[in-house]
């Protein structure tokens, strides 16, 4: 086993080659059916346990994206789950935003301590979020006098769907596979308009302002691009639990925009020269290596998404974040 373990010039990590796809892996089956590529947990997997702290870890996290991304996407636009309106406003907000969370990473946030804080920070909104969302799914919160109840009905009506379909299906297949969605549950546009954009799924309706989703997206470029994910990470749960959007439309849209701007974001680290000859380039044999292991996992995961109840992804997503949130948090206080 000694002969697989390697030295990476660039980061300085030393490891097995094994080491990354794996854990790339088991990272991207599970996120990805959430719609994050797994990035946002790579990050500490790399400075916590490899030790790889310089600014470029957030570029190499971004050639993992590259690698990994395609074939979650293709899984989705295959089966018809692909909500491009959606998908292009996260793409036109958050390329902008990228560029200028490099600047933010290089110039204020080289100091590994104070980047962990960031971090950290960025991973308790999510997880707030995420959490918060599976609660008001709940029976006591979902009914009667709470604001956006339409909202939180319809997509408690949406798991009710899943439920009886599940049940349907198994029924009539009598296999342990045959369970998720229907092959009718596709995304379709209803309309899109400078103020809004409306699409149906699985005979519901679902629709969000134009300016409020390219504004979140410039936002979430600017985090993704300082934390090197893509900004898939915070959007997916963002539009779930804020604008109401099913994680069965979502996850598509946001592994499209993270894999777009991912590209932007590994030109500006390798391009852009940064103060005091500070190295961000990535470090691309590390990266690809988590990458192919992301490839296999995003894949799978995108492929069984469907299996599985929206409120058991969330809520999986939820308690990791918030795990890692807290520790990343206290750690600089220790």
């Known amino acids: 086993m000694d002969s697989l ?6 980061s300085g990590v030393k490891t097995s080659v094994l080491i990354p796809p794996l854990v790339a892996f088991v990272i991207s089956f ?11 947990l790579l990050l500490p997997f790399q400075m916590s ?42 793409i036109i907000g958050t ?14 946030l080289p100091d590994p301590k104070v980047f962990k804080v960031f971090v950290g920070s960025v991973l308790l909104y999510i997880g707030i979020h995420l959490i918060y969302e599976i609660i008001l799914l ?12 339409s909202d939180k009905n319809r997509m408690t009506a949406l798991e009710e769907k899943f439920k009886q379909s599940v049940a349907e299906i198994k029924e009539k297949q009598n296999t342990r596979i045959a369970s998720g969605l229907p092959p009718d549950a596709i995304v379709k546009t209803v309309s899109v308009s400078f103020k809004r954009i409306e699409y149906e799924f699985w005979g519901e309706r679902f629709s969000f302002g134009t300016l409020p989703m390219f504004f979140l997206a410039l936002i979430v470029g600017i985090i993704g691009g300082t934390y090197g994910i893509g900004g898939g990470a915070i959007i997916a749960p ?28 590994v ?13 961000t380039s990535p470090d691309w044999f590390l990266g690809f290596l988590f990458g192919i292991g992301g490839f296999a996992g995003m894949y799978l995961g995108a492929r069984f998404q469907k299996f599985v109840p929206q409120r058991l992804i969330k809520l999986m997503l939820g308690m990791i974040i918030l795990f890692l949130a807290i520790q990343y948090i206290l750690q600089y206080f220790l």
Do not use: D, Q
């Not at 018809?80 to 996260?90: E, K, N, S, V, Y």
């Not at 963002?238 to 974001?265: D, K, N, Q, R």
């Not at 030109?267 to 005091?276: E, Q, R, T």
């Open 30 to 40: 599970f996120t990805s059916m959430g719609g994050v590529s797994g990035a946002f």
């Open 95 to 108: 390329l902008p935003g990228v560029f200028i969370g490099y600047y933010l990473r290089v110039l204020y």
């Open 238 to 265: 963002f539009c779930v639990a804020v604008f109401h959007l099913p994680v069965y439309t979502v996850a598509g849209a946001a592994l499209m925009g993270t894999f777009l701007t991912s590209i932007a974001g």
């Open 138 to 149: 709940l029976p006591p919160f979902s009914k009667g006098g709470m604001g956006g109840l």
């Open 49 to 90: 346990v490899l030790k790889y702290t310089s600014p470029s870890v957030s570029a190499t996290n971004f050639v993992f994206n590259i690698v990994a991304i395609p074939s979650g996407v293709y899984r989705y636009i295959k089966e018809g789950r692909m909500a491009w309106p959606l998908t292009w406003m996260i």
């Open 267 to 279: 030109f500006f680290y390798s391009v852009i020269p940064a103060k005091g000859g500070m190295v």
């Open 5 to 10: 373990h390697i030295l990476f010039p660039v």
